[in-house]
Every structure is written in structure tokens, then in C-alpha cells.
């Protein structure tokens, strides 16, 4: 399988439930991130990492909690989440070096808090 | 600071009519530029990309021309269909900076 793999599609949890996403890419890229995409606003970087490492988190409540065990895997654990956190959820990989090459996203996991 | 600017959405068209998606940016550098669509309940997808100025890229009929006078990156279409109506997204990226930064997105809707 190529690209880039999110699940679950949809995921729907209450406030007191503790929950992961998982990405998994397959295209040998080094850098993996985390996007929250909300209803008419803009995209919003969370997590960044960079061959294993965070390297940028944008303010992020820490219920949200990032994880990347290998190059091909980074997930989102997500605990006591606010239905503001309803969103979703995208997850992109890329090579680190080269201005020439974009992301490639997964088909995200819509998040519904209740 | 580094920034896009799309036109505001939505943008209404007929299918067939012709197309045009205006992009701007700001950047301290010489910046590769994309544009991304997203269909309704999917992620992004890249549509097509030009790394220099006066290149131009080109995928499924969309054509985009990097220009570096005018700052600008402006998506077109000769003949639009109703299975291009998605979100249209204008981004960046920089020399040694892993980020893209990304314009606020241009939703499409075209009627039959």
C-alpha cells in the first residue's frame, strides 16, 4: 500500500474517554505532521516531526498528545478533549530536504466530541 | 512575514464556463508554490506545483504560471466540470523550511 493511511475515518468520543489516531506513509518520507482542519478556518499546524523528532508544537492543549515510534508511524492520543476539539484531524508526510516536493495527506479522521 | 492570499470563496460557476482562482504571496525567499484540492469528506490532494518563476504547472486541465513580478500563482481552467467543485488551497514552501504555509482556501461550487 502507498500514500499516507489515517484511522480511524470518523471517531466520535466523550469528554472523559481517551482515544489514539494513528498514520501510517509508506513513501520513505522523514517529516510527518499533524493539521487540525475546523469548519471555516484556516489550517491549523499542531505537531511537526522530523526523522523521529518533534521539532515544533504550535500551542497545543496538552490533551492532545503526539507520538512518532518510527519514520512510517506517528500518532495523536487525544484525552478529556472539549467539543471545540470536533474537527478534522489530517495527517501529511514529506522529505525534509527539497523545496520542490509538498505533502501528501491522509484522508483525515473526523472527530466528534460530545 | 511569509504569507498567501486567496480570493474569498465560494466561487460559482456553470460547468463549462472558465476558471480563474487568484493566489498572491508574501516571502523573504524564492519559495516553490502549490496548489492543493480537497473533495468533499477526503484530505488534501496536490494538484500541481511550480518550483521557479515562469514555470508552469499543469494537472487534470488546471494550469497555474509562477509568476515572480506580480507575486502571484492565479489557478485556471478552461472548462470546468461539476466533479471539480472542492476547496482549492494555495501554498508555499521556502528554502530549508520543512512548513508550508498555507492560504485560508477558495471553496469551488459549479452547477450543471
Known amino acids: 500500500e502507498t500514500g499516507v493511511t489515517q484511522t480511524p475515518r470518523h471517531l466520535v468520543m466523550g469528554m472523559t474517554n481517551k482515544k489514539s489516531l494513528k498514520c501510517e506513509q509508506h513513501?520513505?518520507?522523514?517529516?510527518m505532521y499533524w493539521y487540525k482542519q475546523s469548519a471555516k478556518k484556516p489550517l491549523e499546524l499542531m505537531f511537526v516531526y522530523s526523522l523521529e523528532e518533534r521539532v515544533e508544537n504550535n500551542s497545543v492543549p496538552s490533551r492532545f498528545s503526539p507520538e512518532c515510534p518510527n519514520s512510517s508511524h506517528l500518532f495523536l492520543h487525544l484525552h478529556t478533549l472539549q467539543p471545540e476539539d470536533s474537527a478534522l484531524y489530517l495527517c501529511a508526510s514529506s522529505q525534509e530536504q527539497g523545496i520542490n516536493y509538498g505533502y501528501t495527506f491522509g484522508s483525515g479522521t473526523r472527530l466528534t466530541v460530545v | 512575514g511569509n504569507s498567501v492570499t486567496q480570493m474569498e470563496g465560494p466561487v460559482t460557476l456553470s460547468e463549462e464556463a472558465f476558471l480563474t482562482i487568484n493566489c498572491t504571496y508574501t516571502?523573504?525567499?524564492?519559495?516553490?508554490l502549490f496548489w492543493y484540492v480537497q473533495y468533499p469528506g477526503e484530505g488534501l490532494q496536490l494538484l500541481l506545483k511550480?518550483?521557479?518563476a515562469d514555470d508552469k504547472g499543469s494537472n487534470k486541465g488546471f494550469e497555474a504560471t509562477y509568476r515572480k513580478e506580480t507575486t502571484s500563482f492565479h489557478l485556471e481552467k478552461g472548462s470546468v466540470q461539476v466533479s471539480d467543485s472542492a476547496v482549492y488551497f494555495c501554498?508555499?514552501?521556502?528554502?530549508?523550511?520543512?512548513?508550508?504555509?498555507w492560504g485560508a482556501g477558495t471553496k469551488l461550487i459549479i452547477k450543471p
Open positions: 516571502a523573504t525567499g524564492y519559495p516553490s
Open positions: 501554498a508555499l514552501r521556502l528554502l530549508g523550511n520543512y512548513q508550508l504555509i
Open positions: 511550480a518550483t521557479k
Open positions: 513513501l520513505g518520507h522523514n517529516a
